[in-house]
């Protein structure tokens, strides 16, 4: 069973940098699977923020491109999220997860997700 | 970038009811799409892959269709467990993009 633990800040000061990692247990992130990051504004939807696979690649939301990063490291077998000059705007619930692979519909992969971390962005 | 448009935003009905979402992307996406249900203050779960293929363990009331450009969720009974907010997820190409939710209440 696949198991996602989060951890990072709950507050912070606008144009500060954001940093969660996402702690994985029950499988080796360097056997595969395709790990993201989504986030969900207070009484708002699910946002996609980015992806990254074991071997590094990633891809981002345009429109946080400018400001985000993620990063692998398969010794400690978790991923991390930074996001650049926050504003009152990335305040939200930021999600760890499994996520389909582009373009392959029947990928098989163990879904799990974090249970969220809750950012809020104030002075 | 695919633009989701899902509909109705929120829907009322009452246990028993069959209930249906619309998802259309603005270009083609063949079957690259998941439906997931979220919970007040839980992480969303995926109940559909494939558009029309049920995770295990999801109640077979739940039903998805679709290809291409039109996809729906359907749940032909509603119990009290159902009524959620419903995502639709397009993997067909980055940015993956989400629909804007459906929240489905109790009538």
């Known amino acids: 069973q696949v198991q996602l633990q989060q951890s990072g800040p709950g507050l912070m000061k606008p144009s500060e940098t954001l940093s969660l990692t996402c702690i994985v247990s029950?499988?080796?992130?360097?056997?595969?699977?395709?790990w993201g990051w989504i986030r969900q504004p207070p009484g708002k939807g699910l946002e996609w923020i980015g992806s990254?696979?074991?071997?590094?690649?990633?891809s981002y939301d345009p429109s946080l491109q400018s400001r985000v990063s993620m990063s692998v490291d398969t010794s400690k077998n978790q991923f991390s999220l930074n996001l650049k000059s926050v504003t009152a705007a990335d305040t939200a619930v930021y999600y760890c997860?499994?996520?389909?692979?582009?373009?392959?519909?029947?990928?098989?992969?163990?879904?799990?997700w974090g249970k969220g971390t809750t950012v809020t962005v104030s002075s | 970038d695919i633009q989701m448009t899902q509909s109705p935003s929120s829907l009322s009905a009452s246990v028993g009811d069959r209930v249906t979402i619309t998802c259309r992307a603005s270009?083609?996406?063949?079957?690259?799409l998941a439906w997931y249900q979220q919970k007040p203050g839980k992480a969303p779960k995926r109940l559909i892959f494939?558009?029309?293929n049920l995770l295990s363990g999801v109640p077979s009331r739940f039903s998805g269709g679709g290809s291409g450009t039109e996809f729906t969720l359907t749940v032909s009974s509603l119990q009290p467990e159902d009524f959620a907010t419903y995502y639709c997820?397009?993997?067909?190409?980055?940015?993956?993009?989400f629909g804007q939710g459906t929240k489905l209440e109790i009538k």
């Open positions: 997860a499994t996520l389909p692979r582009e373009k392959s519909p029947y990928y098989y992969y163990t879904e799990a």
């Open positions: 029950g499988y080796p992130i360097s056997s595969g699977f395709h």
């Open positions: 990254i696979y074991h071997t590094g690649d990633t």
């Open positions: 270009q083609g996406i063949e079957n690259n």
């Open positions: 494939a558009a029309s």
């Open positions: 997820l397009q993997h067909y190409s980055y940015p993956y993009t």
